[in-house]
Nanobody
Framework: QVQLVESGGGLVQAGDSLRLSCAASGRTFSSYGMAWVRQAPGKDREFVAAINWGGGSTYYSDSVKGRFTIARDDAKNTVTLQMNSLKPEDTAVYYC???????????????WGQGTQVTVST
């Protein structure tokens, strides 16, 4: 069983940076592939970024590639999402998700956090 708690969301202006964190409970955190998925109002959930167990592989959606960076610290049971050059279209609730597999999808994860709101103004 893994519990995920996101933090770090907020209201920023276009071009600003924001760093999201996801704190995980459970001794097996290092065995999970981790991902960030977002959902904008009225839209389906969208895959953002993923990192495999060990952190050796990462994957990003085309919409955030080059601007966002996912990282994990297994000693601290955390995964982060550094978001730079934010755009209004990045506005969404951002969810942390965990899977036994390395997933690069918006669904199918074993565990989800409650989400943190990111709002980017013009």
């Amino acid at each position: 069983q893994v519990q995920l708690v996101e933090s770090g969301g907020g209201l920023v202006q276009a071009g600003d940076s924001l760093r999201l964190s996801c704190a995980a409970s459970g001794r097996t955190f290092s065995s999970y592939g981790m991902a960030w998925v977002r959902q904008a109002p009225g839209k389906d959930r969208e895959f953002v970024a993923a990192i495999n167990w060990g952190g050796g592989s990462t994957y990003y959606s085309d919409s955030v590639k080059g601007r966002f960076t996912i990282a994990r610290d297994d000693a601290k049971n955390t995964v982060t999402l550094q978001m730079n050059s934010l755009k209004p279209e990045d506005t969404a609730v951002y969810y942390c998700a965990a899977s036994w597999e390395f997933r690069v999808t918006a669904t199918g994860y074993d565990y989800w956090g409650q989400g943190t709101q990111v709002t980017v103004s013009t």
